[in-house]
Every structure is written in structure tokens, then in C-alpha cells.
């Protein structure tokens, strides 16, 4: 995988998102929502590799 200037930036944008979402875990466990907090982390896995495979597919584009 290329280190190009956009994917260090989205590599430090997605470590400091996971810390905070880390966070928010901890309080939703603390406030008992762990529901919420499941359909969160749902959300955000399927995010995370819907924006894997339209990366992977625009690097098979470009070579």
C-alpha cells in the first residue's frame, strides 16, 4: 500500500475516531446502553469497509 500524504491522513483521522469512539463505548457500558452502543459499532465496521473496497478498487484503477 502506497504512503501517500491522503491515505497518513486518513490512517491518523481513523486512529484518533477509534480512540474516541473507544471512549464513548466505556460511557455507553457505563450508562448501560450497550444496545446503542452495538448498533454503533455495526455502523461504523460497515462504514470502515465500504470505504476499504472503494479504496481497493480505485487502486486497481490505477495500476
Not at 500500500?1 to 469512539?21: E, R
Amino acid at each position: 500500500m502506497s504512503q501517500t500524504p491522503f491515505f497518513k491522513m486518513f490512517v491518523y483521522v481513523t486512529a484518533c475516531y477509534a480512540v474516541y469512539l473507544a471512549f464513548e463505548v466505556v460511557q455507553f457500558w457505563m450508562a448501560g446502553q450497550l444496545l446503542f452502543a452495538a448498533v454503533w459499532a455495526v455502523f461504523v465496521v460497515g462504514l470502515a469497509s465500504t470505504i476499504g473496497r472503494a479504496f481497493k478498487t480505485r487502486q486497481e484503477v490505477r495500476r
